[in-house]
């Protein structure tokens, strides 16, 4: 072919030839630039439809995390808090029961701090923990086709503070203190149950045939059957309130038999006394008591008793009955009244139960032992008495008794003033309060005696005085 010479233009000179013959290169040129425009186009489309759909992607990631986390959160809001408030509610309430039950400090001290530590984390509140995500913007290289897709932020919830396993740990710290005070508490309610049932046990079988109402007895047959139930069942067996109850029920019932006992004989000396010629209700009598004895003086005392046919009540002190024996057994067999006035005369206000008891039964023993009398006369030293008190002193078999005229002997230590504040005070139904301790009141007796014979007055015990 290029052996072939063109044929003349007829239009063309000899440049025009050359000129004509590259015109394809120039089309060549544009439909490569052409084809290259088509093609970056194509591939910036494509680039930029895969960034958009990332961006979609990141952003319906972003708001499923979001809404997943704000669920959870939701629930740790209310269910750590909740668990958390409900154990120390629980063991608020505890705390406060058992307060004079369960007395070991090392018990209730541990549920007192957790308690403690629960307030203080609960103390402000529960916040949500947050963070901030975002999405960058996207702007799409092409000015052409200028497109562009905002940055997204979120704000995600992604905790609570105190965090859950704070708040857990928290209420399991009281869940675990409050079981051991609880615990300890039945084993309070348990013991004192079983004293209660022990105490009452006996009364019931002593007591049979020496009441006036044998209801009283029944009623305390009833609430020992109840308690023996409750023992029975052990420890935690029933409930603390159940327990306390059932305690109460037997105290009061073996309260009430003894009262009834005690009244009883009461009523049987009276009639005794009555017998004999004697009647408070009727003839003006007057009772010396004497107190804190046996003492140096008693012996000397029981002689002018004795040479003035007068009978008296002796308040005695358990060591001293200890200590002279034999000057108590002289007492009781001059046929005096001898009563107790605890074993080393506290008090007994002061005591706390078990002691008050340890006070009156020590010294009902050892006058029991010295003497063959057991009392059942009460005079709490000091005058010092409680319902408490008193309803101790039942149960241990012994009525209260005070003095309603003191001489005031162991304050001014003086024969006449003695004397004088006997028989100037005196009323029928005196109770006079006297300490056969003190020379200078056995000096006085036989003039209060004969003065207030000589005004009339029937002298008697305590026991023979109307009520
Ligand atoms: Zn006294």
């Known amino acids: 072919m290029t052996s072939v010479p063109d044929p003349p233009a007829p239009h063309a000179g000899p440049a025009g030839r050359g000129r004509r013959g590259w015109w394809w290169v120039g089309a060549v040129v544009v439909l490569l630039v052409a084809g290259g425009v088509v093609l ?43 668990t958390l408030a409900a154990v120390v509610v629980t063991g608020r309430t505890l705390l406060a029961a058992s307060e004079g039950q369960v007395e070991d400090p090392a018990v209730r ?51 609570i503070s105190p965090a859950p396993a704070e708040l857990d740990d928290a209420a399991s710290a009281v869940a675990a203190s409050a079981t051991t005070v609880a615990d300890a508490q039945q084993q309070w309610a348990f013991d004192g149950l079983q004293a209660a049932a022990t105490d009452g046990d006996p009364v019931l079988t002593e007591s049979a045939g020496l ?34 109850a059932e305690r109460d029920a037997v105290t009061s019932a073996t309260e009430a038999v003894w009262s009834d006992r005690l009244a009883r004989t009461l009523e049987l000396r009276r009639q005794q006394a009555r017998d004999s010629g ?18 140096v003086e008693t012996e000397r005392l029981l002689q002018v008793l004795a040479e003035k046919h007068v009978p008296a009540t002796f308040f005695l002190v358990g060591r001293n009955v200890e200590a002279r024996p034999a000057v108590a057994r ?16 506290p008090q007994l206000t002061t ?20 003497t063959g009398q057991t009392p059942d006369v009460l005079r ?88």
Do not use: K
């Open 40 to 82: 970056a186009g194509v591939l910036e489309h494509r680039s930029w439809v895969a960034a958009v759909a990332r961006y979609d992607a990141q952003v319906a990631e972003q708001a499923d995390a979001a809404e997943e986390s704000l669920t959870r959160v939701e629930a740790q809001e209310v269910v750590h808090p909740a």
């Open 109 to 159: 001290e541990p549920l007192q701090s957790a308690l403690d530590a629960a307030d203080a984390l609960r103390e402000n509140g529960v916040e949500r923990a947050t963070e901030e995500r975002t999405v960058d913007a996207l702007r799409r290289p092409n000015p052409f086709r200028p497109a562009t897709r905002p940055a997204r932020h979120v704000t995600v919830v992604t905790g």
């Open 211 to 244: 009441v006036t109402d044998e209801g009283t007895r029944t009623a305390l047959a009833a609430a020992l059957a109840a308690a023996r139930t409750s023992l029975d069942a052990g420890v935690g067996g029933v409930p603390v309130a159940q327990s306390v």
């Open 278 to 295: 004697i009647d408070c209700t009727v003839q003006p009598c007057v009772a010396l008591t004497f107190d804190d004895g046996p003492g």
């Open 330 to 345: 002289a007492a009781a067999e001059a046929g005096h009244l001898l009563a107790n006035h605890t074993w080393d005369h």
């Open 351 to 370: 005591l706390d139960d078990e002691e008050v008891r340890r006070e009156l039964e020590r010294t009902q023993e050892v006058i029991t032992n010295a």
């Open 380 to 467: 709490p030293p000091y005058g010092d008495v409680d319902d408490r008190v008193r309803s101790i002193a039942t149960r241990t078999g012994l009525r209260v008794v005070l003095w309603n005229l003191d001489t005031e002997d162991w304050r001014t230590r003086n024969t006449d003033e003695t004397r004088r504040r006997a028989v100037e005070g005196a009323r029928p139904g005196s109770v006079v309060l006297l300490h056969d301790i003190h020379a200078s009141t056995i000096d006085a007796v036989p003039g209060i005696i004969d003065d207030l014979r000589a005004q009339g007055y029937l002298l008697v015990t305590v026991d023979q005085m109307a009520p």
